[in-house]
């Protein structure tokens, strides 16, 4: 289950996808254990920006607090989160910038990794660098450093899409370039999101999000021939508002999700899980 967490004083504006205050997840939460849903993805929204981030590895974010709400409502609920820092940089943007504009990957996978240790204290169970670089994996080492050998770190794979702009107009994270595309994966170059999933795998990948999931059948049946990692596609906000119907019509998310179960897919993480789980039941 996915869930996008935002401060009280965000929630009034109109946005594309559903969104919950903290004192909302411990209910979603119960829910969850009750149709036997094991994991959420939590995704919250910065409630003060900077030029480098900050705000996302303090231990008081709304990321940290919806965290410890999960924990506190069911200590057994798997929390996976979202390691990114779109929604703390005043740009919108993944990366933190140096004074000439360009990316500065070294000071990002730091930020990354602070946040990881923040979300990590607050309880998270599995921690998602998202921005597409490099040494990502790295994060483990912030992890070990602070205690957490059990939390585990899972690389994001994305490839460009434009399925993810009701999410980022929901989280105020579009970035001020316009897209992502230095980063993420070009659905026009056959091999390369492979490429990048063997990179994260020899950095010690154990686990991989892919997405969006609508797009990613191919790499889940390339990677599972040759890779023993577990590959979790993410059904984005794109997919969740084209293809859920009139009424809590599911039936075309499912056949989605039968797709990718044919296609060598592990667990499926999704904005539609609770009702999924409701209707299945
Ligand atoms: N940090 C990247 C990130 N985190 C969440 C999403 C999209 C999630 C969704 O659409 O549901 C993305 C992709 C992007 O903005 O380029
Ligand atoms: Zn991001």
Do not use: W
């Not at 409502?73 to 910038?97: F, K, Q, R």
């Amino acid at each position: 289950m996915v869930i996008l967490v935002r401060g009280d004083h965000d929630l009034m504006a109109s946005r594309p996808m559903p969104t919950m205050p903290i004192k909302e997840v411990g209910a979603v939460v119960g829910d969850l254990a009750r149709y036997g849903v094991p994991a959420l993805k939590v995704f919250a929204g910065g409630d003060r920006r900077d030029a480098h981030g900050s705000r996302g590895a303090t231990a008081d974010s709304i990321m940290a607090n919806a965290i410890r709400e999960a924990k506190s409502a069911n200590p057994a609920v798997t929390v996976m989160t979202e390691t990114c820092l779109c929604s703390y940089t005043d740009s919108g943007e993944c990366h933190i910038a140096r004074k000439d504009g360009q990316p500065d990957l070294a000071a990002t996978l730091e930020a990354m990794a602070a946040q990881a240790v923040a979300q990590a204290d607050a309880g998270a169970d599995i921690v998602g660098p998202a921005a597409m670089l490099a040494g990502s994996v790295r994060i483990r080492r912030a992890l070990d450093e602070t205690g957490h050998h059990n939390v585990a770190v899972m690389p994001h794979l994305i490839f460009d899409s434009r399925l993810y702009e009701g999410y980022r107009k929901t989280m105020d994270a579009v970035p001020t370039s316009g897209d992502r595309r230095p980063f993420q994966i070009d659905p026009r170059s056959p091999m390369a999101a492979v490429d990048s999933a063997l990179a994260f795998i020899s950095e010690g990948a154990r686990m991989l999000l892919l997405e969006p999931a609508l797009f990613c059948a191919n790499v889940l049946i390339m990677l599972k021939r040759t890779c023993d990692v577990q590959l979790s596609p993410f059904s984005v906000s794109g997919e969740y508002l084209r293809l859920t119907g009139f009424g809590d019509d599911l039936r075309l998310m499912l056949e989605l999700f039968t797709f990718l179960k044919r296609s060598a897919s592990g667990q499926i993480i999704t904005y539609a899980a609770a009702d999924m789980a409701r209707i299945l039941a």
